[in-house]
């Protein structure tokens, strides 16, 4: 008898689950079994609505047809090819396709596997890339406080989320962090980019004149944080940030796992801010979640530091046996081919307005400390109940969820980020069913 993949199984023991209380879902699962469009549908037969684009990755919705018929049809026709000095085309289309929508002066792509390789990736590539130019000395790098950067070594040293460091030993070394850019104090409840907080980038000059610029190898940021819960970046901050490290030589990395393809509006944070860094990380997006790929995407310059030497030497020693996958390639240019043909990115620019009346809405219900909003992503930040920090945000969620929404909580902090595809009456029925879970709390 084949197995019914639709029902529950019985035994939940051996998937340890990540990111989750398993005590707490293994009691009490909660399982989704299938997805069209806006809507999970539940193991037991509920549709819910998807106010996270699954996390934060399923830009055009779900079981889009062009996406499933690219991945049935690569996965006929060549399923795996090695990257290593072996190549396909489809690798490089998507290649190609990436580099056109990326901010002008971007003409290079590494693919990955996930956000967390991304961001090793480009912490190597910047490291490297100063010693293939003869400073090796600069090896440090600079992230931020609550900033997240995936799980890796790497990332979590660069990151500043203390759940997610404290109990995994020293970390890399030769690591800094700037401050955070949360100033609720000042900023809170506002619509769009805060007014308050650019000066904080100036803290970089501090951390260059305690260590040397010739020590300092990149300064990595999400443009806007998202996984600790929207943090929007002050006016001016990210100007001023690449305005210091250009200065002093260090190369600046945009993390927009998250913000990359269509979040804000644009294709990525780079273009809506009109920043260019050196090197921007991706993922989840890329192929609208489907099949795991990550991508590094670079300058000419920190490419073609690389390209001297013999020419039969391989020049960048890194890389993974899945970099570029067929399969991952297809969906990746049929999700670029879906964006592009249904104007999804236009799509979330023209409905930030709506999306952000109706979450600024919420301002005044019980609880409500902050709202925050940019693009089609925003935050509703829960008064902590005193001595129980997230406990608060965790029993919405699983209210909103019995309600037939679905949200993400970071702390105390709720955020959504939905598929771009999302109609006016479904922020609606998302922003005002979470209107009544505050309410009931
Ligand atoms: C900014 C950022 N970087 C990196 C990651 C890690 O990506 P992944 O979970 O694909 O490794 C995430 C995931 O949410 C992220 O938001």
């Not at 072996?86 to 596997?113: C, Q, S, W, Y």
């Not at 008064?383 to 969620?397: L, V, Y």
Request: aromatic share 8%; charged share 20%.
């Amino acid at each position: 008898m084949p197995l019914d993949r639709k029902t529950a199984p019985n035994d939940l023991n051996a998937f340890w689950m990540p990111f989750t209380a398993n005590r707490q879902f293994k009691k009490s699962p909660r399982m989704f079994v299938a997805a069209k469009d806006m809507h999970y549908t539940t193991s037991d037969g509920r549709q819910v609505l998807d106010g996270t684009a699954g996390l934060w990755c399923c830009n055009a919705g779900h079981c889009r047809p062009k996406i499933t018929e690219a991945i049935q049809k690569q996965a006929a026709e060549l399923d795996y090819a090695p990257a290593f000095q072996m190549g396909h085309p489809i690798a490089f289309e998507l290649a190609n396709r990436v580099v056109d929508i990326a901010p002008k002066g971007i003409e290079h792509v590494f693919f990955t596997n996930s956000g967390s390789e991304s961001v090793e990736t480009a912490l190597k590539i910047a490291i490297a890339y100063h010693r293939a130019r003869g400073e090796g000395s600069r090896t440090r790098l600079i992230g931020r406080e609550r900033g997240y950067h995936g799980v890796n070594f790497g990332g979590i040293s660069v990151g500043g989320i203390v759940n997610n460091r404290r109990m995994f030993g020293t970390l890399l070394g030769g690591v800094d962090h700037l401050p955070h850019t949360h100033l609720p104090a000042q900023n809170a409840f506002t619509k769009g980019q805060p007014e308050h907080g650019a000066t904080l980038a100036d803290d970089l000059e501090r951390i260059v004149a305690l260590h040397g610029a010739e020590t300092i190898a990149a300064v990595i940021v999400e443009p806007m944080a998202g996984s600790t819960g929207v943090l929007l970046p002050p006016k001016g901050y990210l100007e001023k940030l690449r305005a210091i490290t250009k200065k002093h030589g260090i190369l600046l990395i945009f993390d927009e796992v998250i913000t990359g393809f269509g979040r804000l509006g644009s294709a990525f944070a780079a273009q809506h801010f009109d920043v260019l860094p050196d090197m921007m990380t991706t993922a989840k997006g890329l192929t609208n979640g489907v099949i795991p790929m990550g991508a590094v995407l670079t300058t000419a310059e920190v490419h073609d530091a690389f390209m001297t030497g013999p020419e039969h030497m391989i020049e960048l020693f890194h890389g993974y046996t899945y970099s570029g996958n067929p399969i991952a390639s297809a969906a990746g240019i049929a999700t670029l081919d879906t964006y592009k043909e249904e104007g999804l990115f236009e799509r979330a620019a023209e409905l930030s307005g709506y999306w952000q009346d109706a979450i600024h809405s919420l301002k005044g219900l019980p609880h409500v400390i902050d709202i925050r909003n940019m693009g089609l992503i925003g935050a509703v930040e829960l008064e902590p109940i005193p001595g129980e920090p997230t406990k608060r945000a965790f029993e919405a969620f699983l209210r909103a969820y019995d309600k037939g929404i679905l949200i993400r909580t970071t702390g105390d902090i709720i955020a959504m980020s939905p598929p771009l595809i999302i109609s006016k009456t479904e922020i609606d029925t998302l922003i005002g069913t979470l209107g009544d879970v505050l309410k009931s709390l």
